[in-house]
């Protein structure tokens, strides 16, 4: 044997032994981590949130071990919110409107038609300015780690076809508690009404509300088609969820964990992406199955409610958010230069 064959030889053995014992030397205690989220456990969230599970149970050799906590079972976004503040939760995921009572700028992704498609926001929320405002949570008592989606959100209602901003008149609509989407909604001519999601489908069931505006995916997992006969694509507002930790917590995990935390956080994020994204085109399918009557506005509609929402621009720019939005402007121009 040659001299650079058992070199070579002596090496690998080196590194079979060694790998085992790098991995091992990992700090990383047995944890149990609480994950709580909204919708049902069948959903592209149910999903993802499983994905994260098996991610961080293979990347910390079964020690950091997520349970699931779906059906808003924690409670509503707000409360888990609350509930990571105080260290009584370690995660959850939840939408980014709900987070303005505690980051004011993040209500800068509920303005309507931001985006065009799903490339643009990717790159908005995952590029300097998204990151920026999830550094933002630090202070605040909350760790963002990354942002997955909830995606376009569409109309849907018990009481009509929606072709025209005039069918919207009188619509009780139920909305997020968010007053970004109270006055638009209110502009359109429909009656918002600020409720949390885990109150809806019984909102919906009773005739508490009339309608409600969801992603698709979102509409076929909480089973609104057994309540709504309507569904209008209006791709009104591109809604991004967030995955938080609880800071108190976090700032107890060691160096290994949070890395092992945020590798997996992202590996779940694209995970979730392009689930939501083939779930959207099987969804619609489905949901006419089901017998919703689905409609898409048309170009001019559209544009009639661009235009009857400028204000809103308007005022969160008087409300200070003149130069968050401008740099908001900014980097979605970026993506669109050719």
């Known amino acids: 044997m040659t001299l650079f064959r058992k070199l070579l030889l002596a090496t690998g053995l080196a590194a079979a032994i060694l790998a085992p014992v790098a991995a091992s ?66 995660m959850m995921v939840g939408s980014t409107a709900t987070l303005v009572g505690i980051v004011k700028d993040f209500g800068v992704y509920d303005l309507p038609f931001l985006f065009n498609d799903e490339k643009e926001a990717d790159a908005v929320l995952d590029g300097p300015f998204g990151q920026k405002l999830i550094a933002s949570l630090n202070e ?25 901003i005039e069918d919207l008149n009188g619509i009780k609509l139920r909305v997020m508690q968010n007053p970004v989407y109270i006055d638009m909604f209110n502009r359109f001519g429909a009656n918002a009404v600020p409720l949390a999601f885990s ?108 235009e009857m929402v400028k204000p809103a621009f308007d005022k969160y720019a008087a409300d200070g958010g003149a130069d968050l939005l401008k740099g908001l402007q900014a980097e979605i121009a970026k993506v669109r230069q050719p």
């Not at 919708?39 to 969230?45: P, V």
């Not at 489908?201 to 088609?225: H, M, R, W």
């Not at 930790?245 to 694209?270: H, M, N």
């Open 199 to 306: 109150e809806l489908f019984t909102a919906l069931e009773t005739g508490t509300v009339d309608g409600q505006e969801n992603p698709v995916t979102t509409i076929l997992s909480s089973k609104f088609y057994e309540v709504q006969g309507y569904m209008t694509i209006s791709k009104h507002v591109y809604s991004p969820w967030i995955v938080l930790a609880s800071k108190r917590w976090f700032d107890g995990l060691s160096a290994d964990e949070r890395k092992i935390l945020q590798e997996a956080a992202i590996a779940s994020r694209d995970f979730e992406r392009k689930d939501s994204r083939e779930a959207t085109t099987q969804s619609l399918a489905l949901l006419k199955e089901k017998g919703m009557k689905i409609n898409e506005l048309s170009t001019a509609e559209l544009g009639r409610m661009r």
């Open 140 to 164: 605040k008592g909350l760790v963002g780690l990354v942002y997955w989606e909830n995606g376009f959100r569409n109309l849907t209602n018990s009481k009509r076809p929606v072709t025209k």
């Open 25 to 90: 030397a990992q700090d990383v205690k047995p944890r149990i981590i609480r994950f709580g989220y909204g919708l049902s456990e069948a959903s592209n969230q149910g999903r993802a949130v499983k994905f994260f599970s098996e991610e961080l149970a293979k990347r910390s050799g079964g020690k950091l071990k997520l349970k699931g906590f779906g059906d808003a079972s924690l409670g509503s976004d707000i409360q888990m919110q609350n509930a990571l503040i105080g260290g009584a939760q370690e």
